[in-house]
């Protein structure tokens, strides 16, 4: 619950009041001469030391067993020790030696504690004996567990193929996201989701990888934008934080970075809707109407076209904008189609010596043409074909000439002045960067947005160089080139996945590669295929995925639905037939393979019943499966026992306890220097004995700016897929484009008179994804959804601060709690992802809790999807309001409402395999 | 002398509340009581130009308590060794007399035990977890009488300016806020 603070007292009862009473110009310092001699007051008594009085219980730390391990609360995998008393895990405590966290520890992963002994983490199998949504359970041993799991794999894998098998992933937190994706293709499954990947990752990852070749993306999240973690080094100046909240998603990591970044003088801008931790410290604040983001991205790449602000040497050198554009395929002419006994390898450029066509080799570049940077131009080839052709930087600056200012601050709902303002900080503080978070990945302008980001950064030259947030580390200097999205998947799956095989291509760049919407529309009309048999991974599905109630209807039509899990959800509890209890994170012993230049344990600390590591569980499937199909072997999967995965995880040619005896003796290990580990500016390496730099691992060796790779992706699925789909399936259906444009949300503020207000979401800092909404400690901070609501919207409804509201969508309606706040413009809302996991318990109406607050029973599944990529509208989308009386019958709001939830401690059991 | 307290550097406070939970966790505090609180202060201004920042705020020790001087049973006290504000929890005899004392309500009944408590600056620890686990650094704590301090030192340094307290009817805090003026104007709160 927020707490404004106005008048004494506070701290114990939060008032209504807001701050907002006190305006600007009030100074009310209390300037303070801190040599001043304190004085003790004459009632004051010294009194005898305080080792004769009791006023502290608390625990001196020579009394507790220290263990150093990695938080995983998120995936930002935080260095620290776990302290225990008498086996029990009593603290979390941040512990230095890695940069990521330098230390520091935030609420989520010290929440583990009440995490690991809450009394609803499972145990031992169960079994369902009720109905789908009884909550009728039966204890089973893992022996049966596992057999029942794989004979229903296999009767529906010999029945259907692996058309009838589904797979869905995602959670984060304790719910690690890789097992299922390393196990199901050698089982057959033919699909496997993340609500995570079209709505998250898969855009900004298959960007980059289209534009620069390279596995990477615009972030200094998820491992991303390494180099700004060395902040003592002061190579870069400013960074546009565009749509992410480092402070509430990685608040030690990414969070606390931005922190020393500012005071070594960083300049920031911040385009996000709502008035983040980040934006209050911001030098601009661009408060964007939800779902405008590539206008204004186009805006951006406008002014800096306009203003040559861009980076001509790298864009001359190194991109393929010089090249002129074929108007007829839209690829990039190259020498043989123009030049009697051109090269193939080689594109035409227009010289403006010579006022002609000419051939540019790769290297070395000719110092006897200039190409042109803009124009069409006309021209004969030798065969005598008449090309008019522009360049590729022409088509890139007619795609953004209609974005002027003025048009962009009246569709982004800015101002003007703003928006230069912010350009001019983001091109006169070089190196500047931008920094690109989620928030336009959940819309379908998702893959445009991301495009659009590598662009800018492309034509400043931010591009693997100090300072800059593209870099490739730790690969020895050599590029590595983006790949299949999943390298184990089978080409069968990889023909045969839904949407994504024939549409949504893009998709297939990370290893969870089934469009969402598809698979629904599979499970409903059986078209093309129908999914029966659903495994699950991840936490609560009916929580993540957008608009849950049509989900719930289409899977209760399945035949058997089994999920891995720490502890009961909403999906687990409507759906499941059977949940496998997997481990905690300070249960798992894992790794973080890429802590920078180190690769660093994750040590389980305690161990609670008979839960597994989700690793082992995943292997344990394949395992109990190929004793029914000859065709499975378990030779590839991750780990059978606990040891063997925890061997798996160490470096290499090392067990798991030499691994751990070599941290505790000499600290991280390190996989080489810091310095080898940065090499910059990659693409001008010499590789061994080449004759030629290694340049970007595209095609053209070339960063794409213009997006040919876009193209490419359309025609043959490559480099994602698993295979060309060009000749088996043709090229993708949808609308595919080299360039970026803009497109108005399908549900608008500018249209819609009955939803009137736009709606989006984003971060807080005490969940991560789905996780810990039944954390003690946590829900009562944050007992409810915050909505984010300006006064002048506040007052037109009759709401109050901290009054309920009812939020209705087209799809539905949901409370949550009013913050009635300038940090948000008049006509906005926004609000978080939630659940109420007390549901389930509840004594009088029981229900699974994902149907009271959830964000996602208002967001949108059905209609634009995101051409490249599928996304759908996770944000920007209609609602109304109005308000509400009370919180939903039985949502837990007072903190003492949380008491079942504190933790029962118990001892360690020995692990089960 | 000593005069132990802390030094919060708001430029770096996000409100994340990790110090709360950290305190919930060293002290063992129920659901509903609270040693340490982060209060949010503002937007102030008009959309879109606003200023905010996060005050977290717990026993400000200070040097004339007013909640020693009401106590009946000398259950808070200074203690003669460190110097620090503390609450005996066997004299302690639940009156709440102190509860109304402190300007900034940074105490808290304990209502399972009917005794006062707060914040102890965890003297147990070498560091307070609150401190300690800050994901922003904002917290410091120290000794404000020793110049050699981590706390003196940063105070000796920082622009006037940015320095401010607790309202002070007299019972002078010892705990000091840094906040610039660049990111928003000091709030009298509390």
């Given at each position: 619950m927020r707490e404004a603070g106005i008048s004494r007292r506070t701290l114990l009862k939060a008032t209504a009041l807001a701050t907002t009473a006190t305006a600007f110009g009030i100074t009310g310092c209390n300037k303070v001469e801190p040599s001043e001699e304190p004085t003790v007051s004459a009632a004051e008594e010294i009194v005898?030391?305080?080792?004769?009085?009791?006023?502290n219980d608390g625990i001196p730390e020579d009394q507790y067993e220290k263990i150093k391990t990695t938080c995983h609360g998120c995936i930002t995998n935080c260095t620290c020790e776990a302290y225990l008393l008498n086996g029990r895990l009593k603290k979390i405590v941040g512990v230095p030696g890695c940069r990521r966290n330098d230390g520091r520890i935030c609420l989520k992963g010290m929440s583990q504690v009440q995490a690991v002994y809450h009394p609803n983490h499972l145990k031992y199998p169960i079994k369902r004996v009720g109905e789908r949504g009884e909550n009728k359970w039966e204890r089973i041993s893992w022996d049966e567990a596992l057999d029942l799991a794989a004979q229903k794999i296999i009767d529906v894998k010999n029945r259907y193929g692996g058309g009838g098998l589904l797979a869905s992933g995602g959670g984060g937190g304790s719910v690690t996201m890789f097992h299922l994706r390393k196990t199901i293709w050698e089982i057959g499954f033919w699909n496997l989701f993340e609500p995570g990947a079209s709505q998250c990752l898969a855009p900004r990852t298959a960007a980059t990888t289209m534009v620069f070749g390279l596995r990477t993306y615009l972030s200094m999240a998820d491992g991303q934008g390494e180099d700004l973690f060395w902040p003592e080094d002061e190579n870069c100046k400013c960074l546009a934080i565009w749509g992410t909240n480092p402070a509430s998603h990685q608040t030690a990591g990414s969070g606390r970075l931005m922190r020393e970044l500012r005071a070594r003088g960083v300049k920031t801008i911040v385009i996000d809707p709502r008035f983040t931790p980040d934006a209050a410290r911001a030098?601009?604040?661009?408060?964007?109407?939800?779902?405008?983001d590539v206008a204004l991205m186009l805006s951006w790449v406008r002014y800096i076209i306009e203003h040559e602000a861009y980076d001509a040497e790298f864009c001359m050198r190194w991109t393929n904008l010089p090249y002129l554009i074929d108007p007829d395929t839209e690829y990039c002419l190259t020498a043989d189609k123009v030049f009697e006994?051109?090269?193939?390898?080689d594109y035409v450029v227009w010289d403006t010596l010579t006022n002609e066509p000419k051939p540019l080799p790769y290297y070395p570049f000719p110092e006897d043409i200039q190409p042109a940077f803009f124009g069409e131009y006309e021209f004969a080839a030798a065969d005598g074909r008449q090309y008019k052709a522009m360049t590729g930087f022409e088509a890139l600056k007619r795609a953004a000439d209609e974005w002027t200012l003025a048009k962009t601050a009246e569709t982004c709902w800015l101002q003007e002045e703003t928006i230069e303002k912010a350009l001019k900080v983001f091109i006169e503080n070089q190196v500047s960067g931008i920094v690109h978070g989620v928030a336009t990945d959940q819309h379908p302008q998702a893959e445009k947005a991301a495009q659009c980001a590598c662009i800018i950064e492309g034509i400043m030259g931010h591009v693997e160089i100090p300072g800059s947030v593209l870099q490739q580390f730790g690969k020895k200097g050599v590029n590595q080139a983006g790949r299949p999205g999943c390298m184990e998947m089978t080409e069968e799956a990889c023909i045969n996945t839904l949407g994504t095989a024939k549409k949504y291509r893009a998709l297939f760049a990370p290893s969870c590669n089934s469009h969402i919407p598809s698979v629904l529309d599979a499970i409903t009309t059986g078209e093309p295929y129908r999914p029966v048999l659903w495994y699950d991974g991840s936490l609560n599905k009916l929580s993540a995925l957008a608009e849950p109630n049509k989900w719930l209807e289409a899977a209760k039509s399945m035949e058997f639905i089994f999920g891995i899990a720490p502890y009961m959800t909403s999906f687990h509890y409507e759906l499941c037939d059977l949940v496998l209890p997997s481990q905690e994170w300070s249960e798992m012993n894992d790794?973080?393979?890429?802590?920078f230049n180190q690769h660093i344990s994750h040590r389980a600390v305690v161990h609670i019943g008979e839960t597994v590591h989700p690793a082992v569980i995943a292997s344990k499937v394949v395992e109990a499966c190929s004793k029914y199909d000859d065709s499975i072997s378990v030779e590839k999967v991750p780990g059978l026992t606990d040891e063997a995965y925890a061997n798996s995880c160490a470096p290499k040619d090392m067990t798991w306890k030499d691994f751990c005896d070599l941290e505790d003796r000499e600290g991280y290990y390190e996989k080489c220097s810091e310095e080898d580990y940065r090499t910059y500016r990659n693409y001008e390496r010499f590789i061994d004995d080449a004759t030629e730099p290694q340049g970007f691992p595209t095609p053209t060796r070339k960063a794409e700016l213009y997006g040919t790779g876009f193209l490419r992706c359309r025609d043959t699925g490559l480099p994602f897929s698993k295979v060309d789909l060009g000749p088996i399936l043709g090229p993708a259906e949808g609308d595919w484009r080299p360039l970026p444009y803009y497109r108005e949300p399908e549900e608008s503020p500018l249209t819609d008179k009955e939803y009137p207000l736009v709606m989006t979401c984003g971060r807080v800092p005490y969940f991560h994804h789905g996780t810990l909404r039944n954390n003690a400690y946590l829900r009562e901070l944050y007992p409810a959804p915050e909505l984010w609501i300006n006064p002048e919207t506040a007052q037109t409804y009759g709401i109050g601060d901290k009054d309920w509201v009812k939020v209705s969508s087209r799809r539905g309606t949901v409370t949550m709690r009013a913050w009635v706040t300038e940090g948000i413009a008049p006509g906005v809302l926004a609000s978080e992802r939630f659940w109420n996991p007390e549901k389930m318990e509840d004594p009088k109406n029981p229900t699974g809790g994902w149907q009271e607050m959830n964000y996602n029973v208002l967001s949108k599944e059905t209609g634009d999807y995101c051409p490249e990529v599928g996304s759908y509208t996770l944000r920007g989308y209609q609602v109304k309001i109005e308000r509400a009386d009370s919180a939903p019958d039985g949502c837990w709001v007072e903190p003492?409402?949380?008491?079942?939830?504190l933790p029962e401690y118990s001892d360690s059991t020995e692990v089960v395999f | 002398m000593t005069r132990i307290g802390f030094l919060m550097d708001l430029d770096r406070c996000s409100g994340c509340q990790s110090c709360e939970v950290a305190c919930k966790y060293e002290n063992g505090i129920a659901l509903g009581e609270y040693w340490s609180k982060v209060l949010t202060v503002g937007p102030m201004g008009k959309y879109p130009d606003i200023q905010m920042y996060w005050l977290p705020v717990n026993c400000q020790q200070c040097q004339n308590a007013p909640c020693i001087e009401v106590c009946p049973t000398g259950a808070s006290y200074r203690d003669s060794e460190n110097g620090l504000v503390l609450v005996d929890k066997d004299a302690c005899i639940g009156c709440k007399s102190c509860l109304g004392a402190c300007p900034y309500g940074a105490r808290q009944l304990n209502e399972e035990k009917q005794i006062v408590e707060k914040c102890t600056t965890c003297f147990h620890l070498d560091e307070p977890l609150c401190v300690r686990n800050c994901p922003g650094a904002c917290r410091f704590i120290g000794d404000f009488d020793d110049p050699d301090s981590e706390v003196s030192k940063k105070l000796a340094v920082a622009d006037p300016e940015t320095v401010h307290q607790l309202s002070d009817s007299g019972n002078g805090p010892t705990t000091y806020y840094l906040l610039s003026p660049k990111y928003a104007q000091w709030q009298d709160v509390m």
């Amino acid at each position: 619950m927020r707490e404004a603070g106005i008048s004494r007292r506070t701290l114990l009862k939060a008032t209504a009041l807001a701050t907002t009473a006190t305006a600007f110009g009030i100074t009310g310092c209390n300037k303070v001469e801190p040599s001043e001699e304190p004085t003790v007051s004459a009632a004051e008594e010294i009194v005898e030391p305080t080792t004769n009085r009791h006023s502290n219980d608390g625990i001196p730390e020579d009394q507790y067993e220290k263990i150093k391990t990695t938080c995983h609360g998120c995936i930002t995998n935080c260095t620290c020790e776990a302290y225990l008393l008498n086996g029990r895990l009593k603290k979390i405590v941040g512990v230095p030696g890695c940069r990521r966290n330098d230390g520091r520890i935030c609420l989520k992963g010290m929440s583990q504690v009440q995490a690991v002994y809450h009394p609803n983490h499972l145990k031992y199998p169960i079994k369902r004996v009720g109905e789908r949504g009884e909550n009728k359970w039966e204890r089973i041993s893992w022996d049966e567990a596992l057999d029942l799991a794989a004979q229903k794999i296999i009767d529906v894998k010999n029945r259907y193929g692996g058309g009838g098998l589904l797979a869905s992933g995602g959670g984060g937190g304790s719910v690690t996201m890789f097992h299922l994706r390393k196990t199901i293709w050698e089982i057959g499954f033919w699909n496997l989701f993340e609500p995570g990947a079209s709505q998250c990752l898969a855009p900004r990852t298959a960007a980059t990888t289209m534009v620069f070749g390279l596995r990477t993306y615009l972030s200094m999240a998820d491992g991303q934008g390494e180099d700004l973690f060395w902040p003592e080094d002061e190579n870069c100046k400013c960074l546009a934080i565009w749509g992410t909240n480092p402070a509430s998603h990685q608040t030690a990591g990414s969070g606390r970075l931005m922190r020393e970044l500012r005071a070594r003088g960083v300049k920031t801008i911040v385009i996000d809707p709502r008035f983040t931790p980040d934006a209050a410290r911001a030098d601009v604040w661009l408060p964007i109407r939800p779902g405008t983001d590539v206008a204004l991205m186009l805006s951006w790449v406008r002014y800096i076209i306009e203003h040559e602000a861009y980076d001509a040497e790298f864009c001359m050198r190194w991109t393929n904008l010089p090249y002129l554009i074929d108007p007829d395929t839209e690829y990039c002419l190259t020498a043989d189609k123009v030049f009697e006994d051109g090269n193939p390898e080689d594109y035409v450029v227009w010289d403006t010596l010579t006022n002609e066509p000419k051939p540019l080799p790769y290297y070395p570049f000719p110092e006897d043409i200039q190409p042109a940077f803009f124009g069409e131009y006309e021209f004969a080839a030798a065969d005598g074909r008449q090309y008019k052709a522009m360049t590729g930087f022409e088509a890139l600056k007619r795609a953004a000439d209609e974005w002027t200012l003025a048009k962009t601050a009246e569709t982004c709902w800015l101002q003007e002045e703003t928006i230069e303002k912010a350009l001019k900080v983001f091109i006169e503080n070089q190196v500047s960067g931008i920094v690109h978070g989620v928030a336009t990945d959940q819309h379908p302008q998702a893959e445009k947005a991301a495009q659009c980001a590598c662009i800018i950064e492309g034509i400043m030259g931010h591009v693997e160089i100090p300072g800059s947030v593209l870099q490739q580390f730790g690969k020895k200097g050599v590029n590595q080139a983006g790949r299949p999205g999943c390298m184990e998947m089978t080409e069968e799956a990889c023909i045969n996945t839904l949407g994504t095989a024939k549409k949504y291509r893009a998709l297939f760049a990370p290893s969870c590669n089934s469009h969402i919407p598809s698979v629904l529309d599979a499970i409903t009309t059986g078209e093309p295929y129908r999914p029966v048999l659903w495994y699950d991974g991840s936490l609560n599905k009916l929580s993540a995925l957008a608009e849950p109630n049509k989900w719930l209807e289409a899977a209760k039509s399945m035949e058997f639905i089994f999920g891995i899990a720490p502890y009961m959800t909403s999906f687990h509890y409507e759906l499941c037939d059977l949940v496998l209890p997997s481990q905690e994170w300070s249960e798992m012993n894992d790794t973080v393979e890429h802590a920078f230049n180190q690769h660093i344990s994750h040590r389980a600390v305690v161990h609670i019943g008979e839960t597994v590591h989700p690793a082992v569980i995943a292997s344990k499937v394949v395992e109990a499966c190929s004793k029914y199909d000859d065709s499975i072997s378990v030779e590839k999967v991750p780990g059978l026992t606990d040891e063997a995965y925890a061997n798996s995880c160490a470096p290499k040619d090392m067990t798991w306890k030499d691994f751990c005896d070599l941290e505790d003796r000499e600290g991280y290990y390190e996989k080489c220097s810091e310095e080898d580990y940065r090499t910059y500016r990659n693409y001008e390496r010499f590789i061994d004995d080449a004759t030629e730099p290694q340049g970007f691992p595209t095609p053209t060796r070339k960063a794409e700016l213009y997006g040919t790779g876009f193209l490419r992706c359309r025609d043959t699925g490559l480099p994602f897929s698993k295979v060309d789909l060009g000749p088996i399936l043709g090229p993708a259906e949808g609308d595919w484009r080299p360039l970026p444009y803009y497109r108005e949300p399908e549900e608008s503020p500018l249209t819609d008179k009955e939803y009137p207000l736009v709606m989006t979401c984003g971060r807080v800092p005490y969940f991560h994804h789905g996780t810990l909404r039944n954390n003690a400690y946590l829900r009562e901070l944050y007992p409810a959804p915050e909505l984010w609501i300006n006064p002048e919207t506040a007052q037109t409804y009759g709401i109050g601060d901290k009054d309920w509201v009812k939020v209705s969508s087209r799809r539905g309606t949901v409370t949550m709690r009013a913050w009635v706040t300038e940090g948000i413009a008049p006509g906005v809302l926004a609000s978080e992802r939630f659940w109420n996991p007390e549901k389930m318990e509840d004594p009088k109406n029981p229900t699974g809790g994902w149907q009271e607050m959830n964000y996602n029973v208002l967001s949108k599944e059905t209609g634009d999807y995101c051409p490249e990529v599928g996304s759908y509208t996770l944000r920007g989308y209609q609602v109304k309001i109005e308000r509400a009386d009370s919180a939903p019958d039985g949502c837990w709001v007072e903190p003492k409402d949380f008491t079942p939830w504190l933790p029962e401690y118990s001892d360690s059991t020995e692990v089960v395999f | 002398m000593t005069r132990i307290g802390f030094l919060m550097d708001l430029d770096r406070c996000s409100g994340c509340q990790s110090c709360e939970v950290a305190c919930k966790y060293e002290n063992g505090i129920a659901l509903g009581e609270y040693w340490s609180k982060v209060l949010t202060v503002g937007p102030m201004g008009k959309y879109p130009d606003i200023q905010m920042y996060w005050l977290p705020v717990n026993c400000q020790q200070c040097q004339n308590a007013p909640c020693i001087e009401v106590c009946p049973t000398g259950a808070s006290y200074r203690d003669s060794e460190n110097g620090l504000v503390l609450v005996d929890k066997d004299a302690c005899i639940g009156c709440k007399s102190c509860l109304g004392a402190c300007p900034y309500g940074a105490r808290q009944l304990n209502e399972e035990k009917q005794i006062v408590e707060k914040c102890t600056t965890c003297f147990h620890l070498d560091e307070p977890l609150c401190v300690r686990n800050c994901p922003g650094a904002c917290r410091f704590i120290g000794d404000f009488d020793d110049p050699d301090s981590e706390v003196s030192k940063k105070l000796a340094v920082a622009d006037p300016e940015t320095v401010h307290q607790l309202s002070d009817s007299g019972n002078g805090p010892t705990t000091y806020y840094l906040l610039s003026p660049k990111y928003a104007q000091w709030q009298d709160v509390m």
